[in-house]
């Protein structure tokens, strides 16, 4: 018959494993993106990944990014916390008022 004392760090081993595993999964669940991942104007996305890194390029219409580019690019690891990276292109000269977006 199990001693007493075997049946304790039985249970004390499973509750610590099962408090292990509930820290995972919230860890998990704290991770999981919702909508919208970025706060800003982003429309037509495009997602590439590349060495590991997310990339998300949007449009930008006849808004420029703060350093004066076009086509928005934010950058990720995880596809949950999504950084802005500037602009991916600069204008064509005499590009003033013109739009640029995503071909449908």
């Known amino acids: 018959m199990p001693s007493r004392r075997h049946f304790l760090q039985q249970a004390t081993s499973g509750l610590a494993a099962l408090a292990l595993h509930s820290q995972a999964l919230a860890r998990a669940a704290a991770r999981t993106y919702t909508n919208p991942v ?45 950084k802005p990276a500037g602009g991916a292109l600069t204008p064509p000269q005499g590009a003033t008022g013109a739009d640029f977006w995503a071909r449908k």
Do not use: E, K
């Open 38 to 82: 970025y706060a800003g104007q982003f429309p037509d996305p495009f997602v590439l990944r590349h060495q590991g890194r997310y990339y998300a390029f949007g449009t930008t219409g006849q808004g420029r990014t703060a350093d004066g580019r076009i086509f928005t690019v934010l950058t990720s690891t995880n596809l949950v916390d999504w």
